[in-house]
C-alpha cells in the first residue's frame, strides 16, 4: 500500500530530492567521465585508436556530454533537475543499448547490470507519489524487453518467458521504487518533526521577555534570541557585561566583573550552573545565571537574563512596609503604655475619692481624651497588623445602646468649644448584638472624629437601626462636604484634603481607610459615603449580626467552665492573697498597685523578669501580673524559667501568671500560651476586668491548693 502524504510533507520531500538529485547527477557525471575516460585510454592502448574509432568517437561524445552538464547544475531549478534526471536516465539506457547491440552484443548480460544501477541511481530519487512509481517501473521495464527481444529469438518455449520475465522485470523494478520511497518519506516526516520541534522552541525562545545568549570559549555569542540582541544592540558579549558591574552579587569570591564569573565557568564540569546575581545597566536591573552546555560538539555557556527591576522594587516596598509596621507596632507599644497608666490612676482617683461634681468632671475629661488617645494610637497599631496580615475580629455580645452613648459622650467633650450640636438617635435596636464591640466603637469614633473635624457650625447625628440580622449606623453633618471627584481618595491612608489645614488638622490619616477595611471584616461591604460641597455629608455602614434579647451573660474562663465565682467570696479572696507585679516601667506598678490595694489586695514589684525570678524563689505569691517586653529577661523568657524552677523542685508551687501587654494581635496571645501563661489582659484594662481575672486565678489557685 502506498503511503499517503500531505502537502506540506510533499513540499518538503521535494526539498530533500532535489537536494540529492543535485547530487547524484554530479556524481553520475563525474562517473560517466571517469569511465569514457579509461574506455578511450584502455582502446587506444589495447588496439589502437583507429582500430576502434567508432567506439572512441563515441566515447568521447559521451566524455563531452557529460563534462557540460557537469557545469551547468549550479543553482539549477527543481524542475530542471528532474528533467535532467529523467534525461540523463534515459540517455544512459540509450548508451548501453547501443554498446550492447552495435559493439559488444556477446555482453548484453553486463550491459543490461549496468542499466539497472543506473536507473536505481537516478531514477529512485525521483518518486514524489505512487503514479511515479508506476510509470519510471513501466517505462524501465518497457526499455529492456524491447532490447531482448531485438537480440533473442524465442523459439518455440521463449513466449512464456517473454511474458514471465517482464512481469518479474517491472515487479523488482517497482518495488526497488516503492521501499525506496518509504525511505524518503520515513526521513522526510523525521526532518519535519525535527524542523518543527526546533521551530517550536525558536518560537518559545523569541517569545519570552528574558534574555538568552549563548557564548563560546573564544567569547563569540553563537546564539542570541531578540531580546538579548536588542538588549546588548549587536555588540560583543565582552563589551556588554564588562561595563556593568554587580548591583547585587550571589557569589561568594571577591570579583566585581560579572564577566570574570562567567568565563570562569568554562573550568567547571558540564552542565554545572551558576546565579551570577544582579547587574545594573542604564538604571535598568538584570539578573543573570548561566550553564555550562554542549553546543554544537563544543563547550559553551547559555546565559539567561531576566529584568527583576519591578521585582527589585517590590521587595524594596515590601522591606520598607515591614519596617514600617514594625515600627509602628514599637511606637504604638510605647505612646499605650503611659496613656494606660493615666486612666488607671484616673480610674483609681474616681472610684477611691470623695470628688465634688466639677472634679468628677475633670476626671472624665481626663479619662475620654486618654481613650480618644488611645483610638488615635489604636488606628497606628492596626494599620501595622494590616500590613503584617495579622488583623483578628473578635465578636461577642455587647449592649449596642451602651456603646454608642459612650461614643458620643466621648466626642461631646471635644465639642464644647464648638457651636455643634450631637445627637444619637436609634431606632429598634435590640439590648445586646453579636459583634466586635470594640471594632463597631472604632469605626464609629472613626466617622464622629472626622465629623466633628469638618463641621464648623449646625449639628451632627449619629443614627443606628436595626433590621432582620443588619444593623445600619449612619454618621451625618453639616459640615463643609466632599466633591465627588475627591470622594475616591478618601480611603488612601494617610489622605487629607487641602482644605483640612485650614480646619481643625487632627489625626493621622489612617481612620477612614482603616474603618473601611473593619467593616468588610465584621461582614458589610465597606463604608458609603454621600456628600454634597458646602451642604454636608453622610457615612454609613452596615455589618450583620446576631441580637440576644433578655439574656444575662457571665463570662465564665475557658480553663474550667464548670467552677463559678460567687461575687459574694471576691472580696474574701482577695484580702488573703499576695499580688506580684513585674514591669519594667515604674509608673504603671504605681498605677496597678494603687488599683489593686484600693481592692485590698497586698502587692510586691520585681522591675525586670530576674527580679521576679528572686523573688518567687523566696516568697509566695497568689498570682503573677506579667509584662511582656522588659528588658534583662521578658515576660515570656520569664515565664519559662518559672516553670523549669518547678520542674526542678526549686519552688513548690506556680502561680497563676497573668500576661499585661498593650498588643492585641493573634500572634502575641499565641506566643503568651506557648510560654506557659495562664491569662492575658490588654493594657490599659478597666478595673471590673482585672479584678473579675485576678479572682478568678486566685481562687483556682486556692482550690487547687487545697485539694
Known amino acids: ?13 521535494r526539498k530533500i530530492k532535489s537536494a540529492s538529485t543535485n547530487l547524484r547527477l554530479r556524481l553520475g557525471f563525474i562517473a560517466g567521465i571517469i569511465a569514457t575516460s579509461c574506455h578511450i585510454i584502455l582502446d587506444i592502448a589495447i588496439v589502437g585508436f583507429y582500430e576502434s574509432f567508432k567506439l572512441s568517437l563515441f566515447n568521447l561524445s559521451v566524455f563531452i556530454l557529460c563534462l557540460c552538464f557537469l557545469f551547468k547544475l549550479e543553482n539549477c531549478s527543481e524542475r530542471f533537475l528532474i528533467i535532467s534526471t529523467l534525461s540523463i536516465t534515459e540517455i544512459s539506457n540509450l548508451i548501453i543499448g547501443i554498446l550492447a547491440i552495435v559493439f559488444y552484443p556477446k555482453c548484453i548480460g553486463i ?9 536505481i541511481f537516478y531514477n529512485t530519487v525521483l518518486p514524489v507519489s505512487g503514479k511515479t512509481l508506476l510509470f519510471l517501473a513501466a517505462k524501465q521495464t518497457a526499455v529492456w524487453t524491447f532490447y531482448f527481444l531485438v537480440f533473442f529469438d524465442m523459439g518455440n518455449g521463449g513466449i512464456v518467458i517473454t511474458i514471465i520475465g517482464p512481469i518479474q522485470l517491472y515487479l523488482f523494478y517497482f518495488f526497488t ?57 549587536n555588540g560583543s558579549a565582552q563589551t556588554y557585561f564588562s561595563k556593568n558591574y554587580y548591583y547585587r552579587k550571589y557569589l561568594s569570591n571577591d570579583s566585581k566583573d560579572i564577566f570574570s564569573e562567567i568565563k570562569n565557568l568554562f573550568a567547571c564540569p558540564l552542565n554545572t550552573e551558576l546565579n551570577f546575581g544582579i547587574i545594573e545597566s542604564n538604571s535598568e536591573l538584570y539578573e543573570w545565571s548561566g ?41 504604638s507599644h510605647e505612646l499605650r503604655t503611659p496613656v494606660s497608666a493615666v486612666i488607671s490612676i484616673a480610674q483609681i482617683i474616681e472610684s477611691t475619692e470623695k470628688l465634688s461634681s466639677e472634679s468628677k468632671e475633670r476626671i472624665e475629661i481626663i479619662k475620654n481624651s486618654c481613650n480618644y488617645q488611645l483610638c488615635l494610637i489604636n488606628d497606628l497599631l492596626d494599620y501595622a497588623q494590616i500590613l503584617s496580615g495579622t488583623l483578628k475580629i473578635s465578636k461577642t455580645f455587647f449592649n449596642i445602646n451602651q456603646l454608642l452613648i459612650d461614643c458620643v459622650n466621648i466626642i461631646k467633650i ?18 445586646t448584638i453579636f459583634s466586635d464591640p470594640y471594632r463597631i466603637k472604632q469605626v464609629i469614633l472613626n466617622l464622629l472624629s472626622n465629623a466633628r473635624k469638618f463641621t464648623i457650625k449646625g449639628m451632627i447625628i449619629l443614627e443606628a437601626d436595626c433590621g432582620e ?10 459640615g463643609i462636604g466632599i466633591s465627588k471627584e475627591k470622594i475616591s481618595s478618601l480611603f488612601i491612608p494617610y489622605g487629607k484634603f487641602e482644605c483640612s489645614s485650614q480646619i481643625n488638622p487632627q489625626g493621622v490619616g489612617l481612620g477612614l481607610a482603616i474603618s473601611d477595611m473593619l467593616v468588610k471584616e465584621l461582614g458589610g461591604e465597606g463604608i458609603t459615603v454621600k456628600s454634597e460641597l458646602e451642604k454636608g455629608s453622610c457615612f454609613s455602614f452596615s455589618i450583620p449580626t446576631q441580637s440576644l434579647q433578655n439574656s444575662l451573660l457571665v463570662d465564665i474562663p475557658d480553663e474550667d467552665p464548670n467552677v463559678a465565682v460567687p461575687f459574694i467570696s471576691i472580696k ?5 492573697n499576695e499580688v506580684l507585679i513585674v514591669d519594667d516601667m515604674y509608673f504603671n506598678i504605681m498605677a496597678l498597685t494603687h488599683l489593686l490595694k484600693s481592692e485590698g489586695i497586698s502587692c510586691s514589684y520585681a522591675l525586670n523578669g530576674e527580679e521576679a525570678i528572686e523573688k518567687i524563689k523566696s516568697s509566695k505569691f497568689s498570682c503573677i501580673l506579667m509584662d511582656c517586653e522588659m528588658p ?35 500572634h502575641i496571645k499565641n506566643i503568651c500560651l506557648e510560654a506557659g501563661m495562664d491569662d492575658l489582659i490588654i493594657k490599659p484594662c478597666q478595673i471590673e476586668i482585672l479584678i473579675t481575672k485576678l479572682s478568678h486565678w486566685m481562687f483556682q489557685s486556692e482550690r487547687l491548693g487545697s485539694k
Not at 469 to 478: A, L, V
Open 572 to 576: 474574701t479572696i482577695l484580702h488573703k
Open 1 to 13: 500500500m502506498i503511503p499517503k502524504i500531505g502537502k506540506e510533507e510533499l513540499s518538503e520531500l
Open 291 to 331: 550553564k555550562l552546555i554542549e553546543w554544537d560538539n563544543q563547550a559553551s555557556i547559555i546565559l539567561c537574563g531576566r529584568n527583576v527591576t519591578h521585582l527589585v522594587k517590590l521587595e524594596k516596598e515590601y522591606n520598607e512596609s515591614q519596617y514600617k509596621s514594625a515600627l509602628l507596632r514599637t511606637v
Open 414 to 431: 471635644q465639642l464644647q468649644e464648638k457651636d455643634v450640636r450631637l445627637e444619637l438617635i436609634t431606632n429598634t435596636l435590640p439590648k
Open 177 to 233: 521504487l516503492y521501499f525506496d520511497y518509504l525511505k524518503d518519506i520515513s526521513i522526510c516526516k523525521s526532518q519535519m518533526k525535527v524542523k518543527s520541534m526546533h521551530t517550536n522552541i525558536f518560537s518559545i525562545v523569541e517569545a519570552i521577555s528574558d534574555y538568552v545568549l549563548v557564548i563560546d570559549k573564544l567569547e563569540t555569542i553563537i546564539f542570541a534570541n531578540t531580546s538579548a540582541k536588542n538588549l546588548i544592540q
Open 632 to 666: 534583662i529577661l521578658n515576660g515570656w523568657e520569664t515565664t519559662k524559667k518559672i516553670k523549669e524552677l518547678y520542674a526542678n523542685g526549686d519552688i513548690t508551687s506556680i502561680p497563676p501568671i497573668i500576661a499585661c501587654t498593650a498588643h492585641a494581635s493573634e
Open 111 to 119: 550491459f543490461s547490470q549496468i542499466s539497472v544501477l543506473a536507473f
Open 469 to 478: 440580622n443588619i444593623i445600619t449606623i449612619k454618621c451625618k453633618d453639616t
